[in-house]
Nanobody, 125 residues
Framework: VQLQASGGGLVQTGDSLRLSCAAS????????VAWFRQAPGKEREFVAA????????SYADSAKGRFTISRDNSKNAFYLQMNSLKPEDTAVYYC???????????????????WGQGTLVTVSS
């Protein structure tokens, strides 16, 4: 599976962005797909995930109420809608996918086999 993330950019506090992740090579309908982010000098952290089949979702506390993860199986793609952005959301955002993950492992980056190249989101104050 190859993943291609896009949609990052420079925005101001309170703005919105929609990140996209296009998958190729395999159909990812039955994969767990997720977004992680890594700020300068910090470890990669979980943002949001959606379970296989487009069902249940999981969010980091920092993302709840502001971010929405979704998937479009007809386009073999998934998305992260980010609203009310804050300077602390500044990071490189990575999309990830895995076929075998179980629910309890979705928030851990080490269990994902496939990663996109990352897209930079910068939120100015």
């Amino acid at each position: 599976v190859q993943l291609q993330a896009s949609g990052g950019g420079l925005v101001q506090t309170g703005d919105s962005l929609r990140l996209s992740c296009a998958a190729s090579g395999r159909i990812v309908r039955n994969y767990v797909v997720a977004w992680f982010r890594q700020a300068p000098g910090k470890e990669r952290e979980f943002v949001a995930a959606i379970f296989r089949g487009g069902g249940s979702t999981s969010y980091a506390d920092s993302a709840k109420g502001r971010f929405t993860i979704s998937r479009d199986n007809s386009k073999n793609a998934f998305y992260l809608q980010m609203n009310s952005l804050k300077p602390e959301d500044t990071a490189v955002y990575y999309c990830a996918a895995d076929e075998r993950l179980i629910w309890s492992s979705m928030t851990s980056s080490r269990y994902y086999d496939y990663w996109g190249q990352g897209t930079l989101v910068t939120v100015s104050s």
